[in-house]
């Protein structure tokens, strides 16, 4: 992380802390950051962290399934847990490739929340061999992998003022954005509108997970009726709907800037119900 997004990070983590008086948390994390930043930079020399840009080329030339697959990314058709078992995952390979190939070769901007470990952004790497790409955590620090072409900040999707204040910061627009962050339907929608404006023309707002309610409950604690999948059907038919966490100005906003909705299901099962609904937006 260079210092320029530690500041913006570490302000805005601080800044959340007061707005939710968590004040005991507030000091902890005074210190804590630099703390993490310390040990970040240690694993980085010491190599817990790995270097993408030191690592064998062979990937580049290689098709975005085996990429996720080396990386042992849940985008692709499987990976490694425990035990050395293998875990059936989302297998969203298929559509990434399908629409996003149009930019394999180009120098473009990719967005990622929710980049967790980094196994996503790691594979991006490879398939966008010339993408400058930024992971976007809750939790920073948290990637296993760092390059030249690779940058890691805060960002919680659960707070507009943060989001707002993320897209305020960035000083500029992608080609691409994924969210990957919460998978809670009160933050897929909230985020929506307001990264959806970083976008720019021609380019994909990817939601991965976006229906995961019917088996994860928590997930939509209020329990709505209205699910980002159904609202983004509905905005395609040009139906009119009330969300508590979409305003008017922000569903005309939507209407008036996507130019395609293409929704897929990808394979990944739990409890006999698929949880792979991934939704790719391209932007006029």
Partial sequence: MNIKHFVFSYTNILK????????????????????????????????????????????????????????????????????????????????????????????????????????????????????????????????????????????????????????????TNFDLIIDDASHNLRDILITLPIVFKKLKSGGYYVIEDINQFEVFKNLNPSNEKLTPLKILKLIQRNEKFNSPFLSEKDTVYLKENIENFIFEKGEMQVNGYNISDIVFLKKK
Wanted: hydrophobic share 35%.
């Fill in 16 to 171: 959340r802390e007061i707005d939710r008086k968590r004040y005991f948390s507030f000091c902890k994390k005074i210190f804590n950051l630099f703390y993490k930043l310390a040990t970040n930079l240690l694993k980085k020399k010491i190599g817990l962290i790995v270097n993408l840009d030191k690592k064998n080329s062979k990937y580049f030339k290689s098709s975005l399934s085996e990429i996720f697959q080396n990386l042992n990314c849940d985008k692709g058709h499987s990976m490694r847990i425990e035990d050395n078992k293998i875990l059936k995952t989302h297998n969203y390979t298929p559509f990434y490739e399908k629409y996003l190939k149009i930019f394999r070769d180009k120098k473009i901007k990719i967005l990622e929340l929710g980049s967790h470990e980094g196994k996503g952004i790691a594979s991006l790497y490879y398939f966008f061999p010339y993408a400058y790409l930024i992971g976007a955590n809750i939790n920073p620090f948290q990637m296993k992998y760092y390059s030249s072409r690779i940058e890691e900040i805060f960002i919680d999707v659960s707070s507009k003022k943060i989001l707002q204040n993320f897209c305020n910061y960035m000083d």
